[in-house]
């Protein structure tokens, strides 16, 4: 069974930094392209980063220079450095992990809290 764990949510303040992380059971996420979205309350899920098969990485233009996705295989996970968080940063934070149609997989989300 396919399971993808995300953690490291929380209450910040603007300014702060905080550390998502995502683990996988089931599948060997190095193969996927992992992804971090993040939605907030009455709008669309907003991918935020891109990691290509562990190689490659891309991100959202409203997180570029702020946030960092990373892999380790060794721990069969995937992690979002997010640094200087801003009020619109806020919302749930989910992973997915996508080889293909059949092959696609969402963790449950973490909550990020952006206030003063």
């Known amino acids: 069974q396919v399971q993808l764990v995300e953690s490291g949510g929380g209450l910040v303040r603007p300014g702060e930094s905080l550390r998502l992380s995502c683990v996988g059971s089931g599948i060997i996420l190095g193969f996927y392209n992992m992804r971090w979205y993040r939605q907030t309350p009455g709008k669309q899920r907003e991918l935020v980063a891109t990691l290509y098969r562990g190689l490659s990485t891309d991100y959202a233009d409203s997180v570029n220079g702020r946030f960092t996705i990373s892999g380790d295989s060794a721990e069969n996970a995937v992690y979002l450095q997010m640094n200087s968080l801003k009020s619109e940063d806020a919302g749930v934070y989910y992973c997915?992990?996508?080889?293909?149609?059949?092959?696609?997989?969402w963790g449950k989300g973490t909550l990020v809290t952006v206030s003063s």
């Open positions: 997915n992990a996508n080889r293909d149609e059949r092959n696609d997989y």
